[in-house]
T-cell receptor
């Protein structure tokens, strides 16, 4: 079993929909949780960074961390075609080494 | 946000040659940088951790003599693929941490390496 599980998709939704992306993990020592967006042939771009449990909002993006369930989510409101990309979750414990999810390919249909 | 620049973005070379990839933190000093390799439709695989002024720490299975890493300054790390062969063709990405080690990694745009 992988330390971090993420559905690779693809996830296809119409423009304007609310998108929900999720990861589950098994290591209770993880404290730092990140979401990255990666366009084809580009490096990952940091979207959200959260420490411990709770919610964090930035524009159309909301990140949620539920440590009791070992479950993290990223919500995208008013999705746009330009949001089409692969979304990667990553997490770490007190060591800075990241453990990555497989990435979910998101397609926003105009 | 923090800017990490990677160069070149794409390189094609003949088998047996060595290729150097540069990773620069443009607006901050990075004591720690990382080098990743990514295969098509897969997640990132950490190759090594690069600390300024000391030897890099390689992940299990990564050949130190094949992938030479130098972190000569607080803003520059280089990865040299020595005697490259077609199986070394891949997408190589660097990242850097701005500030304390619990801060998130910021990534360059990657280098697409094609060995003929």
């Amino acid at each position: 079993q992988k330390e971090v599980e993420q559905d690779p998709g693809p996830l296809s939704v119409p423009e304007g929909a609310i998108v929900s992306l999720n990861c589950t993990y098994s290591n209770s020592a993880f404290q730092y949780f990140m979401w990255y967006r990666q366009y084809s042939r580009k490096g990952p771009e940091l979207l959200m960074y959260t420490y411990s449990s709770g919610n964090k909002e930035d524009g159309r993006f909301t990140a949620q961390v539920d440590k009791s369930s070992k479950y993290i989510s990223l919500f995208i409101r008013d999705s746009q075609p330009s949001d089409s990309a692969t979304y990667l979750c990553a997490m770490s414990d007190s060591n800075y080494q990241l453990i990555w999810g497989a990435g979910t390919k998101l397609i926003i249909k105009p | 946000g923090a800017v990490v620049s990677q160069h070149p973005s794409w390189v094609i070379c003949k088998s047996g040659t060595s290729v150097k990839i540069e990773c620069r933190s443009l607006d901050f000093q990075a004591t720690t940088m990382f080098w990743y390799r990514q295969f098509p439709k897969q997640s990132l695989m950490l190759m090594a951790t690069s600390n300024e002024g000391s030897k890099a720490t390689y992940e299990q299975g990564v050949e130190k003599d094949k992938f030479l890493i130098n972190h000569a300054s607080l803003t520059l790390s280089t990865l040299t693929v020595t005697s490259a062969h077609p199986e070394d063709s891949s997408f190589y990405i660097c990242s850097a941490i701005r500030g304390p080690s619990n801060q998130p990694q910021h990534f360059g745009d990657g280098t697409r390496l094609s060995i003929l």
